[in-house]
């Protein structure tokens, strides 16, 4: 029960505020255009991928997210994609609908840059039946009450790449809309969408024909919140199999390993071993992803896995 209040109050934080928003994924690597919609097209080859996020289990009302996420290329300079979003965190749950289109232009003969606009379509709702209140008779908030709202909204991106490295920048949620919920009750919420931005990097180097290593950095942040950042080292065996480690400032190590099979599926798991103070109240965070590969295009492409 009190985990339930600390959470809702935790939330209606979130919704009056200018905090950070959108879902932590620690995969992000394996689903890039739900950050960059500039990713989109870079694959060595088409795809489509099934996410999935549990984080701090055992802590009541904790984040779920999945994903489904198509990342395909066409015309060897174009990429067309998107995503469907469900997160559920406490009371509240966002649903949503994405399409993007990137286009790559070549700057050398091996290096590219790719400029990506993705357009969502977005449900911002809150469940009044999983509200649990000390006081069911506070004025101030109904206990049971259940409201839902759809806002459309842009990201925008730009990416450099080769085959062993790539930069990308991009801004999700650029419109900043307001979403209004119990707009017909004597009481009412309003959601800002904040912009969020994100900063990828990475560099592989080849230890031989069979081993690589990629290290890694990624920034995130909002102009109201602090700046996150994760630091990982990836390592692949023949492009094969995958094995990462991750440090997330200040709140969690994380362990990822990865296989292809038969050049058709692709499944990577990691925990995130949870090393705030968070980690007394939960027992860290899963996170699933399985890919299905439909046919190669692009030669150039970045992805190792």
Do not use: C
């Amino acid at each position: 029960m009190i985990k339930k209040i600390a959470f809702f109050i935790l939330t209606l934080h979130l919704i009056s505020g200018y905090g950070q928003q959108l879902p932590q994924m620690s995969q992000y690597l394996l689903d890039d255009i739900i950050f960059n919609p500039s990713s989109l097209g870079t694959k060595p080859s088409d795809r489509i991928v099934l996410h999935h996020r549990s984080q701090w289990l055992g802590f009541d009302g904790a984040p779920i997210t999945q994903f489904i996420s198509y990342n395909g290329s066409f015309n060897g300079n174009m990429g067309l994609g998107g995503y469907i979003m469900n997160d559920i965190t406490g009371p509240t749950r966002r649903l949503s609908f994405n399409l993007g289109y990137a286009y790559h232009f070549d700057i050398t003969r091996k290096t590219k840059i790719s400029l990506g606009l993705m357009a969502t379509l977005m449900q911002y709702g809150i469940d009044g039946n999983k509200i649990t209140l000390y006081n069911q008779y506070d004025p101030s908030i109904y206990q049971g009450y259940s409201d839902k709202s759809w806002k459309p909204d842009v990201s925008v991106g730009g990416l450099i790449y080769n085959k062993n490295f790539y930069a990308g920048i991009s801004v999700i949620q650029l419109i900043t809309a307001r979403v209004h919920l119990y707009e017909n009750q004597p009481f009412n919420a309003t959601v800002p969408l904040v912009q969020h931005f994100y900063l990828f990097s990475g560099y592989g180097i080849a230890l031989n024909d069979e081993f690589k290593v990629t290290p890694s950095l990624a920034m995130h942040g909002t102009l109201s919140s602090p700046l996150q950042f994760d630091v990982m080292a990836q390592g692949d065996y023949k492009n094969l199999v995958s094995a990462a480690l991750t440090y997330r400032y200040k709140d969690a190590i994380i362990l990822m390993l990865g296989t292809k099979v038969k050049e058709i599926f692709m499944i990577a798991y990691s925990f995130d071993i949870i090393v705030s103070p968070l980690r007394k109240s939960n027992s860290g965070s899963h996170e699933i992803v399985l890919g299905i590969y439909l046919k190669k295009k692009n030669k150039r492409g970045r992805s190792l896995i």
